[in-house]
């Protein structure tokens, strides 16, 4: 049953919840931190902890992906992006980072007028495979049956399908669109696919035979989305509604387990940890990658929706750059600010609460507690 | 059921909302957008986008009712406002635009104690009637009978009666009210009449034979009738409220159907959109149309409640400039803001609910969702 | 029936409501405001507006009290402030309003170290008796005994016992209390007396004869009661409840009308209008006749409690200047910001509401809508 | 039974409130000042006021809690802090307080890397001890089993155990943890043991034998627990709960009654205040201290979370001096901004609203009014 209140009359809606609304609370048992698990196992590949770096060029590059990979995390390269637009998009991405907020989005939307270049694909999944770690990138659903065999021949572990609100039911009057369940049970790989927000839609997208489904629909803090189009999943509902999607699908399908990963709406640490709280198997992160010293976005960042030709509806974002990508996932931390030590974050709050794997973390006990600076 | 609150041992309280405090979201269907039509249907009228330009000053003037006709809405032209009070109110609307905000209101109540002149009422309607769009002029209920004959004499198509709390049953003392059925029942031509914001006012005007209703009491960006006369009704119920009247209505009438027009508080595009979302059939904009190029306002924004000689209730604000008419109403948008582009806003987000009409858009799933800027 | 919420396992807590919290909405009848009739009547005291001025030096001297009288209001002055402590205390004011923000209290605290004078009790109160206007003068409960007998004798026509809890009960083991019940039993003239906040409060204050009760607890923006001692009453509640007390005991007294006089955090015209409309009887203003040309304070503001000796609770605050008396009052107003035209504001909402009577209004339909500017 | 919201379908939580969202009101009775009783008894240590100094390195000093001592409360040592690490701390101690805040974390943890030696916490101990007023020391959970002995020997009336989320059923896999209950029964001294912050976690450390429960995990104004790790308990909410589990406690052990002891979260006077009447027997004081003339951290504070090694989740604060150790506890006070007169502000509050002695007071009403500066 969900929790409806009458926005007027002819209308009700219902009450959702953002990460910041919500707090873990321990309880009466705790646990070293040490004694603790973070380990993420899809299909066959087995990750030391379960982060993903998200397709955004600003946070992905070949070398980023396979930087994360050897951190014992999963990095996904955007597959639409400027390494597979421009044979050296080295300059583009410093000219990016210096423009001023008035001007970014109208030169990005030139940028990234260039058409993708099938080879560049294949250059880019190469190069990442060649240095030994899990191989993932993402495309669009729009883009997916134009781009897909050149990945597949390419070769990747895992495929990404991703957008602002994918659905498995999508029509349309120009195209055939894309069959996804077709798609997935035609393919080798398993398929992560979304965004996603709510438990219908979560539902239907794990029928189609993904391995994993993305929670959010521009939810990062660079996404204009609820400015712009009025779209918006506040973090916390979507996760808890998608993981009891992923339960009643488990049960309806006799026992296959769909991933749920969070992607959007995790700059802090404390947000980060909530997530698994509230019923993550995985978070995929992007302004917490954009931090990083290693980061293409060198001080940027944005997202997919920041370079619509005609609706852009993120922003290109500065962010702090407060440390090496190992820092960030693995500290040390010299800050009290939730922007390094995402592991040991996780590893503290499991311990206070007395958990040992994140399965059974996402079990704990939260609290409704809108956030107040002064109180914190 | 409305859902009341005890405020005190005295008094109880409905729970209100604003269009802020709720977000749309995508269920299990997506589409194109290219696939969803915007048209709107008054009477004869057909309009390409179901948007209105709001009778104020710094927002409509007879070239700028033109242009948004040609661009396929409607623009309402207010005739108590300085282009039917002085000959060539081009300097006088220069000057406002440059008045520091101490002083404006007191110039502003000088500028428009001229009194109005109704040979420039006949001769503003004709130059919008020559130019072959749509003609429509507002007059407030308090003035309707003094200067509606000029009005029809000179022709317009659609009528507007506009003021800030307007209801079906005036009492006075000192003069024979205007009666808003009689009226109505006499003319030609549909009107158009509010700012009505409860269920039971609009269901009442709705009974005078309205083609549609006005939804707001001066919730725009530039009113203070809160902060001034303790006035307010949050859009989002008022909305909802006014749709369900029409509902009602159109049962009681046996199928009349009543446009529900909201008027106010609509600024970015994301809360236009989330207008449709909770019943509108069309809206008025204000501040968004005071940013094109081609306003009238020159950066500056004002409502007819703020130049009241007695009692202003609103403010001469400042707006950015940010693009022509045609790139508010349709794009290309190069700022991630919600200031441009709003029918490819409206269009995202019918396409990514899966609606293919306003109307049925209508029917969208909205969630209560406090806003938080850093989780946008 | 009250709205309880849990605050935790072993305590619960009521929901309660600021001004700032609810709105006024119009229904389906209007009025012109030429119409409606804002006068208040206090025993044998009638008076054109229901406006109290506040006994703070920084608003009341015997001059601004005549003033108030003479525009139809009541003035109160403070009969232990710096009137009664100096023969001459404007330079005291115009010392006060330079002070600056870190040493204006306990420059404040040395300055009302003076004794009260009766003889200077006695001369203020005979001034503004000779200027013809009705007198009233005020007492905290723990000076009341020490110096009643000299107002009376110098003639007051409504006495006001004024703290910042007061109560029916007061129990002390150093001195006899003031028997509240006795005292207005024995007395010739109309007392008002608070501040309450509460029903119980409320009624145990009617009881004891009082012709009317002030709603607050150190409600005003200078205040720092909750800051300081953590208690704070939101004035919306407290007027609803203090309203359904005066409803109670008239029934249980038979008869008699116990007045409800909001006392703090009307700061702007649209609060002061919004107090009438959740049940008050007339308000008691501060904040607006300390901006007032004629205000002693010369932009400053303060109340009682920001002079206590060894604790403090409020601000000695600074306010702008915003227009005479009579413009505070009665406009016009060249801001559309609430700081001018108050009575034209409470008529223009019972016009829009369709009430012809303060009492009467006391019925408007209130909604709950937190503030947010943006939308205002 | 307790007020659980639905976060999503596959989550809920319960609402809680901060102490900012709560109030004290006063009722019907009124009572002088000067006739209520603010001391606290723990076994045979009676104090005059019910406050304790917090063990952190910026408030607390064996000459601090010296001082502290002799004005009636009680001065709790951190013996793992500066105190015991270094012969003379004072020269660390001006360090800290002027260092930037970008760079105060990473030297902190340098400082911080120092062994503690047992000799100096024989030193700190006998110094207090020495002075003639009741001695305290606080050690972490995990020094416990180390120091113990050293600590017993240089002899404490009272033993502290304090960490950030202390459970009364510690898993190691890697050493034998603590065993409370039997550590506890050993001792001959009483302990306070804590932080906790619901029912369960406060009602096994109270089976566990200690004579007080600290109330909070990392809740004062410098924590970063909740950016950090997620982890948030409001106050008000978690005394309640604590306060119920001392209820039910005592009816369980047959009248064993344990101190509920709020520990963060009270940087007013207000915050002090009201944390009595939602059930605390007493109130561990940090930033208030941190402010007085003789506190050791000269202007800034910082709690042991703030010097963690990989992970801290505190900030090194800046905190305004405000007047003496004396003037925070008694007054008199020339600010009405809570930062100075506690004890006053307790006695007024209980005066104003009836109550003789704290245990009383804990019975207060209090209402939910989250707060809004202009309507203070």
Redesign the interface.
Known sequence: ???E???????S????????D???????????P??VSTSWTVDAYEFQVPIVGAPMDSVMSPQTAIALGKLGALGVLDLEGLWTRYDNPEPLLAEIATLDE?TA??RM?EIYSEPIKPELITARLHEIRDAGVTVAGALTPSRTQEFYTTVLEAGVDIFVIRG???????????HEPLNLKQFIYDLDVPVLVGGA?????AL?LMRTGAAGVLVG?G?G?A???????????????????????R?DYMEESGGRYVHVIVDG?T????????SF???ADAVMLGTPLARATEAPGKGAHWGA??RH???????RAKVATVGSLEEVLY????????TT?FV???R??MA???YVSVKEFQQC?????P??L???
């Open positions: 049953m969900t929790q209140t009458q926005i007027g009359l002819g209308k809606g219902r009450l959702t919840y953002s990460l910041d919500v707090a873990i609370v321990p309880s009466r048992r705790t646990r070293d040490e004694d008035a989005t109208r939307q602002d609100a994918v659905s498995a039911e999508h029509v349309s009057t120009n927000a709510s438990y219908r839609a239907h629909i939810g803090a996404s204009r989305m609820r400015t712009t189009i009025g779209m918006h999943a506040p973090m916390a509902t979507a996760i808890a509604d998608v993981a009891a999607a339960r709406g700059g802090v640490s404390g947000d980060f940890v909530k709280a509230l019923g929706e920041a030709p005609r609706l852009p509806r993120g922003l500290g040390p931390s010299h800050t009290p600010d939730g030590n040991g974050a996780l503290r709050a206070s609460t007395g006990n939260v609290v409704v507690a956030y107040q002064v109180n914190m």
